[in-house]
């Protein structure tokens, strides 16, 4: 395989994707028990009543409900994986970059409600 089209190495990117699903895996079995419903009913908060929203808002939602955060942040990978899943939402594409403190200004995804009634 040639090094600077690494992408083609078909072999590489079904490795990548196989340890992408243990991770989540891994991660979802590490949160508390109830957290994760309690993150899905904050994705679906946020959803209905924003068009578009990173997981920041969720994190907001969640610290205003004082549900205490899990000890892995990337929790909140499965979750968001599942809200696409059922329909609430979907990913635009699109990054900005985090509001929150903890995540020192990194990119995150933004979303697209697919749940939004048109208002605020």
């Known amino acids: ?18 340890r992408r699903e243990a991770a989540l895996d891994q991660v979802a079995s590490g949160t ?20 578009r929203f990173t997981t920041d808002a969720v994190w907001s939602m969640l610290d205003y409900w004082d549900i205490l955060a899990p ?3 990337r929790a909140m990978g499965p ?4 809200a696409a899943s059922y329909g609430w939402c979907e990913s635009t594409g699109d990054w900005e970059q985090s509001s929150r403190p903890l995540n020192h200004r990194r990119p ?9 009634e048109g208002r605020p």
Request: charged share 25%; hydrophobic share 45%; no cysteine.
């Open 1 to 18: 395989m040639n090094p600077l089209f690494s992408e083609l190495d078909r072999a590489a990117v079904a490795e990548g994707r196989r």
């Open 32 to 51: 508390p028990p109830g957290w994760r419903g309690w993150a899905e009913f904050a994705v679906q908060y946020v959803a209905r009543h924003r068009e």
């Open 79 to 82: 979750v968001m994986r599942a």
């Open 71 to 73: 000890i892995e942040p």
């Open 108 to 116: 995150v995804t933004v979303y697209r409600s697919l749940l939004w």
